[in-house]
């Protein structure tokens, strides 16, 4: 156990950290300090998180002596060779600590970016073109957006749901190709899932894919880089909250000088699983001003989503004010809206009882299974109706928890629903079951988070359908899957980022992650309602996983 609050970290970042702060002091050929191998272990914890800084003017992180910080921690640092300047692992940067690799990394990323951003010269108008907008309806920002494209390297288009992102991104493209009628462009998203929801939004007209299959990714590589880069004049990355630090590295690295690139996302949903939220560095004030008027914030909501709507505005609004501490809890935030929903409401909300999972999400999840099932069976290569029915009949329920462990984790939702079938093959699982691809298979044309639906099972004649739902889909046999899927009747909430459905079901227990951005990325994945199944007390047996990461 670490100093501390007593809250105890994963065994494995426990042991990281440990190794970190023996190995770091004696490979700089320095004496180790107790205060900053502390601060090593505060560190390492943030990076397990996904945070890639930690901040000394903030409140003591459970790894560090409490009466000691930050002075006591700050003192040591600024006098310890690991945070001197070029070779020091760590760099204090004002009140932040962070490491330096990363540091570099994001520092070259940002300033990337906002150099990105320069003022070009718009490309000429075609002959005989008099468009900028196309016939689409835009409001002030809007058109901001639109002249933004037209004159500078980079656009960051941020928004809430609803606000007219996407028939923003449309007019960008249209007002493009009035100017360039042979401009190669392309559009990109972090998943398949979300890849696909651009493709359709967007008419389908133009080419889209995830941002792995673009850079042509190779394992821990990728096809496309400065040597080798990708031949475009107009890229489009949609769901931009979702990509790292590493990621938007990549792509930077692969894109022509001359390329517009137009950075679409919604700062208030959750970042990245791998380190570095490059959205939400965007937002700080100083980077903000310096992208200038190359950064348009959508703040106008269009598409009237009742209750979810106002409940998701409470949740953005308390992001945006300050840190995402666990104080309050996100769900006391939107307290009085929630006592003010009734029976015409697409939000419903029941406190539940944590010792159990919820019946209604049982009943609902059964219903859903047999469903699918009933579509299942009358689907098969050649059907194209039938396919695109079970295909449908998947997105029409989304299921999501925070975590994967505890009594309302994924792991008891399956085991509820799916019993003795877990221990066998992905094969022997029911027809109709949801399974999730959880790594990037470009060989199969599989994304990390494509969820595909068993057909034909269980047995060895079972195939997974995968496809977005507005084709037949394509055959995958689950065999070539062994190790990379897993049953997905529920997700993460990380990992149904991106996704959509009609009706949404949350599972929000007490304990564990209670930020206000899952709650608020799981809400707004609804199309059409939400149920939100809420913990009356908290847990106190032991079932919460501190630090777990999805």
């Known amino acids: 156990m670490l100093k501390g609050s007593g809250e105890q970290l994963q065994p494995w970042v426990e042991a990281l950290a440990a190794a970190l702060a023996e190995a770091l002091p004696r490979l700089h050929g320095t004496a180790a300090d107790p205060l900053v191998a502390e601060v090593v272990a505060a560190l390492t914890a943030a990076l397990a998180r996904g945070e890639l800084e930690l901040d000394l003017a903030g409140a003591a992180p459970p790894e560090v002596s409490e009466p000691l910080w930050p002075q006591g921690h700050l003192q040591a640092l600024r006098r310890s060779p690991l945070c001197q300047d070029p070779d020091g692992p760590l760099a204090l940067e004002g009140s932040g600590l962070q490491w330096r690799r990363w540091q570099r990394q994001r520092q070259q990323v940002i300033d990337t970016l906002v150099g990105w951003a320069r003022s070009l ?318 790594r990037n298979l470009p060989e199969l044309d599989l994304a990390n988070g494509d969820v595909g639906v068993l057909v034909g099972g269980p047995g060895p004649a079972a195939r997974l359908l995968f496809g977005d739902g507005d084709g037949e889909g394509f055959w995958i046999h689950p065999g070539q899957l062994a190790g990379a899927a897993e049953p997905a009747l529920a997700l993460t909430v990380h990992k149904a980022q991106g996704s959509e459905a009609e009706q949404v079901i949350v599972l929000f227990p007490s304990g564990g992650q209670r930020d206000r951005r899952l709650l608020y990325t799981a809400l707004t994945r609804a199309r059409a309602g939400a149920l939100l199944l809420t913990a009356t007390a908290p847990d106190d047996d032991g079932d919460r996983a501190p630090g777990e990461r999805t």
């Not at 835009?138 to 980079?154: N, T």
């Not at 190709?177 to 890849?195: E, F, M």
């Not at 307290?335 to 944590?354: F, G, I, T, V, Y």
């Not at 219903?367 to 099932?373: E, I, P, R, T």
């Open 121 to 438: 010269e718009a490309p000429p108008p075609a002959e005989g073109s008099t468009a900028t907008s196309g016939p689409l309806r835009l409001d002030d920002r809007q058109r901001e957006a639109v002249a933004a494209v037209l004159g500078h390297g980079l656009v960051l288009l941020e928004g809430g749901p609803g606000t007219g992102k996407t028939s923003t991104v449309a007019a960008m493209i249209a007002a493009h190709r009035a100017r360039d009628p042979d401009a190669r462009i392309h559009l990109a998203a972090p998943t398949g899932k979300a890849a696909a929801r651009l493709r359709a939004a967007t008419g389908g007209s133009l080419p889209c894919t995830t941002l792995h299959r673009l850079l042509e990714s190779r394992g821990e590589r990728f096809g496309r880089h400065r040597g080798r880069p990708l031949d475009l004049d107009l890229l489009v990355v949609d769901e931009v909250s979702m990509v790292d630090l590493g990621l938007m590295g990549a792509l930077l690295e692969a894109l022509p000088e001359s390329c517009r690139l137009v950075l679409v996302g919604d700062s208030a949903q959750l970042p990245p699983i791998a380190p570095g939220a490059v959205l939400q560095e965007l937002q700080r004030p100083d980077r903000r001003q310096r992208l200038g008027a190359a950064a348009i914030t959508l703040d106008t909501t269009y598409r009237n989503a009742g209750a979810i709507a106002s409940v998701a505005a409470v949740l953005r609004r308390a992001i945006a004010a300050g840190p995402d501490g666990q104080d309050p809890d996100p769900v006391a935030l939107i307290l009085p809206q929630l006592r003010q929903l009734n029976s015409a409401d697409n939000l419903e909300w029941r406190p539940c009882s944590p010792r159990t999972l919820p019946q209604a999400l049982v009943t609902r999840l059964r219903d859903h299974q047999a469903s699918l099932a009933r579509r299942a069976e009358r689907c098969a290569p050649g059907s194209p109706q039938g396919c695109r029915e079970l295909l449908a009949e998947r997105d029409r329920l989304l299921v999501m928890a925070p975590r994967r462990q505890g009594r309302w984790g994924l792991e008891a939702i399956h085991q509820a629903l799916l019993g003795s079938r877990l221990e066998g093959e992905l094969q022997d699982l029911p027809t109709g079951t949801p399974v999730l691809c959880r």
